[in-house]
C-alpha cells in the first residue's frame, strides 16, 4: 500500500501519472467512487499531466482495428459519400483472418436490413493458444499481414508465408515474414475460404518452392461484408 | 449476436466498466488550473458530435486520433495486442460515453489519451508487460529536445515553462511513469535509485509542477 494515500493530493497525482501498483490503483479507483472531491482531483491532475503524451509519437495501428471497432459499436454506414455500408463501402471484397488457432468469422449483413447491427460469430479456440498473426485481404488485392506479439522467428530461422487457394494442392509462397506490419501481393487475388500459412524455414526461405519445415500457423480467409461472399 | 468477442487472447475486446468512468462526478467540476484551448479543438467538436450517435464523425475521430492512441497504449504495453485492445475499449467507451467529455475536463486529446492510459495500465498491472514483444521506441524521455514537442496547444506550452524548470534527472522520473506506465518500484530498478528517493522525488517534482501550473494560470487570467 502506498505511504501516500492518506494525502488525497499526491494519491490522485500519483494515480493520474500511472505509478501506482495494482493494489493502489484499485484503491484509489475506490477512493473516487465514494469521494467526488477525489475524483476531481484525479481529473484536475489529468489535466495537468496530460499534455505529457505528446512526448510519444505516434504509431499507426493495424487497419484491423477500425474494423473490430466497427463491428463492436454496431456501425454500419459512417463517413461514406456513397451511402452504401461501411464494409461495402470500403472493405468491398475484402476479406479478414485470424491466423493461428483463433478464426474471426465475419458474417455478411441481411441484404435490406441496412441499420440492424453488425452480425458475426467465431470459432473459440484454446485461451491458451493466443493467436500469432492478423491477416487481412485488402479490396486491392493485398493482403496485409501483423505479427501480433512482434516476435521474429528463431535465430538462424524464418517465417514464411504460404497461400493455399480451396481446392488447391500446392501452396504459393508470399515471401518471409518480419515482424510487424506488412503488405504481400499475391499472384492470384484472395478467395474466400482460402487458407493463410506460415511454415517454419531457414534463414532466406524455402529453396524448393514448397514448404520443407513445419507449419505453424494457419488460418483461413473469411468474409468480412456482403461483396465478398462467394458469388458475388 | 452483437457485441465483441475475445478470442484466443487476440481480440479481447470486452469493455469492462472502466474506472475512468466512475471518477467523472456529475456534480462538483473540477476547478482547473490550466488554461485549455479544447472547447474549440477538432477532437472536441468530434467527440460531442459523437455524443449524438454520429458515426461519421466517430470514424473522423478515429482517424484523427487513432495513431496518437495506438502509441501511447503500444508504449506502456508494448505489445501490439494489448495496444490494440487498449484503444479498442477506450474507443468503444468514447462511443458510448462521448456526453461524459466536457472541456472543463481539460483538452479532449488529453482525455481520450486518459482512457487509453488507464485501459492499457490496467492491462499490464494484471498480467505483466511483455518482455518479448516490441522494441523500446527511442527513448523519448532522454532527448535533450523532447519537451519541445509539448508546444501542441496551451496545455502543452504550460506543462512544458514548468517542467523545464526541473532538473532533467528528476524531470525523467515523471516521464517514465507517465509514457511508459512504470510503478514507483519499476522506477527505481530503472534508474538504480532506492524505491524510497524515488518516490519522494516523484512527489515534490508533482508537487512543484502544480504549483507552477498554478502560478502560470493566475498569471494568463490577470
Redesign the interface.
Known amino acids: 500500500m ?3 494515500t492518506d494525502d488525497p ?2 494519491f490522485a ?2 494515480y ?7 493494489a493502489d ?1 484499485r484503491e484509489a ?1 475506490a477512493q ?2 465514494r469521494d ?27 487497419a ?3 474494423s ?2 466497427a ?9 461514406r459519400p456513397s451511402g452504401r455500408a ?1 464494409w461495402q463501402a470500403s472493405t468491398a471484397g475484402s476479406l479478414a483472418i ?1 491466423a ?5 468469422a465475419f458474417l455478411p449483413r441481411p441484404p435490406g436490413q441496412p441499420t440492424e ?6 470459432a ?8 500469432k498473426f ?1 491477416a487481412e485481404a485488402r479490396p486491392d488485392g493485398a493482403i496485409a499481414i ?6 521474429p522467428a528463431p535465430s538462424g530461422r524464418a517465417y514464411q508465408l504460404w497461400a493455399l487457394p480451396q481446392g488447391a494442392a500446392v501452396p504459393v509462397s508470399l515471401g518471409l515474414l518480419t ?1 510487424g506490419t506488412q503488405v504481400v501481393t499475391p499472384p492470384a487475388r484472395a478467395s474466400a475460404q482460402e487458407q493463410l500459412l506460415v511454415s517454419d524455414e531457414p534463414a532466406g526461405g524455402s529453396t524448393t518452392g514448397g514448404p520443407t519445415g513445419a507449419v505453424l500457423f494457419g488460418g483461413r480467409l473469411v468474409p468480412i461484408s456482403p461483396a465478398a461472399t462467394p458469388g458475388r | 449476436m452483437t457485441g465483441s468477442i475475445a478470442l484466443g487472447g487476440l481480440l479481447m475486446g470486452f469493455v469492462t466498466a472502466n474506472s475512468f468512468d466512475r471518477m467523472q462526478p456529475d456534480a462538483a467540476p473540477p476547478r482547473l488550473t490550466v488554461v485549455s484551448d479544447a472547447a474549440g479543438s477538432k477532437t472536441a467538436q468530434l467527440l460531442v458530435q459523437c455524443a449524438q450517435a454520429d458515426a461519421k464523425a466517430f470514424r473522423q475521430l478515429y482517424e484523427l486520433c487513432s495513431a496518437k492512441l495506438y502509441g501511447v497504449a503500444l508504449r506502456i504495453t508494448r505489445n501490439p495486442a494489448l495496444a490494440s485492445d487498449a484503444v479498442h475499449d477506450a474507443m468503444l467507451q468514447v462511443w458510448r460515453n462521448a456526453d461524459r467529455y466536457s472541456p472543463d475536463r481539460g483538452s479532449a486529446d488529453g482525455w481520450l489519451v486518459s482512457l487509453v492510459r488507464y485501459r492499457a495500465l490496467d492491462m499490464i498491472r494484471k498480467h505483466g508487460r511483455e518482455t518479448t514483444g516490441v522494441d523500446a521506441p527511442e527513448q523519448v524521455d532522454e532527448d535533450p529536445d523532447a519537451l519541445s514537442r509539448l508546444v501542441a496547444d496551451s496545455d502543452g506550452a504550460a506543462l512544458r515553462n514548468c517542467m523545464e524548470d526541473v532538473d532533467p534527472a528528476r524531470r525523467r522520473l515523471i516521464v517514465l511513469a507517465f509514457i511508459e506506465g512504470l510503478t514507483q518500484s519499476e522506477v527505481a530498478v530503472r534508474v538504480n535509485q532506492p524505491l524510497g528517493t524515488v518516490k519522494s522525488t516523484i512527489r515534490r517534482v508533482l508537487m512543484s509542477l502544480r504549483s507552477c501550473l498554478e502560478q502560470g494560470a493566475k498569471v494568463l487570467r490577470s
Open positions: 502506498s505511504d501516500s493530493t499526491l497525482a500519483e493520474a501519472l500511472g505509478c501506482l501498483d495494482l490503483m479507483e473516487a467512487a467526488p472531491a477525489f475524483a476531481a482531483e484525479i481529473v484536475n491532475w489529468q489535466a495537468r499531466l496530460g499534455a505529457l503524451h505528446m512526448l510519444v509519437p505516434p504509431v499507426t495501428p493495424p484491423i482495428l477500425w473490430r471497432l463491428l463492436a459499436t454496431g456501425i454500419g454506414k459512417p463517413a461501411f485470424a493461428s488457432l483463433a478464426l474471426f447491427p453488425a452480425r458475426f460469430a467465431a473459440l479456440s484454446p485461451l491458451a493458444t493466443p493467436a492478423m501483423t505479427s501480433l506479439d512482434g516476435a515482424p
